[in-house]
């Protein structure tokens, strides 16, 4: 049983940075299915930033609890729960109802519209959990359930990823460092598109082949370095027009994950370049439970740690947000 009877938690009352305050509420008991956790730590992503400004375009209830990223410890759980028991440490999947193969429709993103983490004690239905892995402290494990899992599901579960391919990677974030190391672990090679020099020795230590500047011609630089050939996978993380200049460094046959829209909401593309390439664009929304159970066994097996930035104590968020849009190399965490 719990020791708390209370727990806290940032809610909104209305869109916009100004609204976020901190409120403490009773505990609720876990009903049928539900698990009651703990929370250890709040990995922040991109997504928080723009769901506390205007919900990205969503309409739900208020007050509502951003974060969607947590690992912690199952101190309830209600009736006919059989997958988790007290005393689990786990991570929540970031698709509440998403299991396996095709996304159902009823799936329900945590962290607006669905259930907030940025809190002290979250409730969730049990299925919206995995185990979390053995070898990392829960700072670590809150990094699986979007930047870990993103990673994975383009290039090992959808991307079929082999040794000796190649891979590029857009940016330094949670994301793509996650691919960096992916790509390393599956035996291929990672090349790194950066808009920062001073993070080109870093990105080298974590396993990346080569940093290329964004304002040279990387197309040409990553069709030289793969002798013509071009890179097997892209993580596309910028979009707009950068997806366009991603086309000229693809091999024949190849993939392009599309992730972030850093660059904008609207792509630009090459039709040519799409369609003499044989090019399979692919757009990744996470990924689904059974693929995360997939991920923290390659992390335990690997003995993969995740890259973290900085982390924050929970009063201290607006400040871990500010450092979240200045951008970091790695993931910003929240400890509860």
């Avoid at 020791?3 to 008991?29: D, H, I, K, N, Y």
């Avoid at 990105?203 to 050939?229: F, H, I, S």
């Amino acid at each position: 049983m719990q020791a708390s009877r209370t727990l806290r938690r940032w809610q909104l009352s209305s869109f916009g940075r100004e609204q976020l305050e901190q409120v403490e509420l009773r505990l609720p008991t876990p009903g049928p299915g539900q698990i009651l956790v703990e929370v250890g730590a709040v990995s922040l992503n991109y997504r928080d930033l723009l769901m506390i400004r205007d919900g990205m375009g969503m309409t739900f209830d208020m007050p509502f609890t951003p974060g969607s990223d947590m690992a912690g410890t199952v101190v309830a759980a209600g009736p006919g729960v059989q997958r988790l028991a007290v005393g689990d440490r786990v991570v929540n999947t970031f698709w509440g109802g998403w299991i396996d193969s095709h996304w159902p429709a009823e799936a329900v993103p945590m962290g607006g519209p669905g259930p907030g983490m940025l809190a002290s004690h979250v409730l969730i239905d049990a299925a919206w959990a995995v185990a979390a892995p053995a070898t990392l402290d829960f700072a670590q494990a809150s990094t699986l359930p979007c930047a870990g899992l993103t990673a994975w599901f383009a290039l090992a579960e959808t991307g079929a990823l082999r040794p000796g391919q190649t891979v590029l990677v857009h940016g330094t974030g949670g994301v793509a460092l996650f691919g960096v190391q992916l790509a390393r672990l599956h035996g291929a090679r990672a090349i790194v598109v950066s808009g920062s020099e001073d993070k080109r020795a870093q990105t080298l230590a974590l396993g990346a082949t080569e940093v290329l500047m964004r304002e040279g011609d990387w197309p040409a630089e990553v069709r030289r370095l793969t002798q013509g050939r071009g890179a097997d996978h892209v993580l596309e993380l910028a979009s707009g027009p950068n997806l366009d200049r991603s086309l000229q460094a693809v091999a024949q046959g190849g993939r392009v994950s599309i992730i972030g829209m850093l660059g904008g909401e609207t792509l630009s593309a090459s039709y040519y370049a799409m369609v003499l390439g044989r090019i399979t664009v692919q757009g990744i929304g996470v990924g689904h439970r059974r693929a995360l159970e997939d991920l923290v066994r390659a992390v335990d097996v690997n003995a993969l740690e995740p890259v973290i930035a900085a982390q924050y104590a929970f009063d201290a968020l607006p400040d871990a947000l500010d450092h979240l849009a200045r951008g970091a190399f790695g993931k910003i965490v929240v400890t509860p």
